[in-house]
């Protein structure tokens, strides 16, 4: 059976640690995506190697002792893009790098990451020079996750004018990088960005390849990050091709009730948002 996962940062926000944890898993999710990871200035990547490691374990230990596991976490990336120089690009590498690491310290299979934007995200041109940049960072970077035990996923983005964005684009640097260290993380809502359906990505990407999955929804052309069924997705096509391909990873939430206003609505809103992430698992949305 497929297994569920949410998004953690806004809980972690609105709850803390531990209450964050128990919270998602009354709910009734198996999982949770780190976020922890996305972004360079969060406290964990300003601590010593040792705390690094020490904190990281600690946190797998409780989330396991709540009855969850990280099935994904996200790795470093800026936008505005910011990997302009050969010193940009060596930060970013080095985040990553990091990020890898504690994707292996907490236990999880999967580290989503975007590719590199050297030129910018939305520039149509330089196509051949920004799949080479990549192909060297994510070849350097596949070797540390290979060291770890953890895989990279490879993340569709919502960028219409990058020549490395759209889903098939980003299948296809998959399948150049030819390692079992690379996989692909399909975002439904960048896919929905270009007018594409997120189910007719499930069917090609396949089984093999299609580790991760960052769920949400939009009007078809922002990247509005909005819950499943308030957008233009077509989510029981959707359920269908994950099960018609016998995906086995986690339905994973990019989008989240939004913890504001009266907590007793949260209440109500995060388990109408559950049924459904259930309900894509299961192979009964309706
Ligand atoms: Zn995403």
């Known amino acids: 059976m497929m297994k569920t996962c949410t998004e953690f ?7 803390g640690f531990e209450k964050a944890l128990k919270r998602i898993k009354s709910l009734g999710y198996d999982a949770i995506d780190y976020g922890e990871f996305c972004h360079t200035e969060n406290k964990i990547f300003h601590v010593s190697e040792e705390e690094f490691a020490t904190s ?4 797998r230990e409780i989330i396991e002792a709540n009855g969850l596991f990280v099935n994904q976490t996200h790795g470093a990336w800026r936008w505005p893009a910011m990997d302009f120089s050969e010193y940009d690009r060596a930060e970013r590498y080095a985040a990553m790098e990091k990020g890898i690491r504690g994707t292996a310290l907490l236990g ?6 975007h590719c590199i934007m050297p030129f910018g995200e939305n520039n149509p041109e330089h196509k051949e020079e920004l799949w080479q940049m990549n192909i060297d960072h994510f070849s350097r970077l596949c070797k540390v996750a290979e060291e770890v035990g953890v895989i990279i996923c490879f993340e569709n983005l919502p960028f219409t004018s990058l020549p490395l964005s759209r ?3 980003t299948l296809e640097f998959v399948k150049l990088m030819n390692t079992p260290t690379m996989k692909m993380c399909l975002d439904t809502g960048h896919a929905s960005v270009y007018g594409d359906s997120p189910a007719d990505a499930v069917r090609a990407i396949g089984k093999e390849l299609l580790a991760t999955l960052h769920v949400h929804d939009n009007d078809g052309h922002g990247d509005c990050h909005w819950l499943p069924g308030e957008g233009v997705i077509d989510w029981v096509d959707f359920t269908n091709a ?7 990873g986690c339905v994973s939430l990019e989008t989240s009730v939004r913890h504001e206003g009266d907590p007793a609505l949260w209440d109500a809103k995060e388990k109408e948002l559950f049924a459904k992430v259930r309900a894509m698992a299961n192979g009964t949305y309706r």
Request: hydrophobic share 45%.
């Open 108 to 113: 999880a299979p999967y580290f989503v990451i």
């Open 56 to 59: 990281l374990k600690r946190e």
């Open 9 to 15: 940062s806004p809980f972690l926000s609105a709850y």
């Open 242 to 248: 994950l099960h018609e391909i016998g995906f086995e």
């Open 167 to 169: 889903w098939g684009e």
